[in-house]
C-alpha cells in the first residue's frame, strides 16, 4: 500500500486523537514505515493544525500565478522573440512573457 499524504495524515489524526504525543507518534510511524514515515517537521505541524481544531486532511487550495497555457498568442510572441535574436536564452522569453519554461519548450520543440 503506498502512503499518500491523506493516509498518513489520517494515521497522524488518530494518534493526536488518541493522546498520545508527536514524539510518540513520531516514532510509531517510523516504526511502522520506517524511510518512508513522514518527516518528524510534517508530524509536528499536523499535530498543530488538529489542535486549532482542523479536521480535514487534504491539501488546502493553493493561491499564486495559475498555468500558462500555450496559446497563440504565446507562440506568437515567443517566435517574435527568436527571430530578433537567435540567441535569446529560455529566462529571457520567461521574464519577457511572464510564462513558464514547459510552455517555452513546448512552443520552441512542438509546434
Request: hydrophobic content about 30%; some cysteine; proline content about 3%.
Amino acid at each position: 500500500m503506498e502512503l499518500t499524504r491523506e493516509n498518513s495524515r489520517a494515521m497522524i489524526y488518530y494518534v493526536f486523537r488518541s493522546g498520545l504525543t508527536q514524539k510518540q507518534c513520531v516514532d510509531q510511524m517510523i516504526s511502522a514505515f520506517g524511510d518512508e514515515a513522514p518527516s518528524k517537521t510534517t508530524i509536528y505541524r499536523w499535530f498543530a493544525e488538529f489542535q486549532r481544531g482542523r479536521v480535514k486532511l487534504s491539501d488546502d487550495p493553493r493561491q499564486g500565478r495559475p498555468k500558462t497555457e500555450v496559446t497563440q498568442e504565446n507562440i506568437d510572441s515567443v517566435r517574435k522573440l527568436t527571430e530578433e535574436d537567435r540567441h535569446v536564452t529560455y529566462r529571457e522569453i520567461q521574464a519577457t512573457l511572464d510564462i513558464g519554461m514547459s510552455q517555452i519548450q513546448i512552443i520552441l520543440h512542438e509546434q
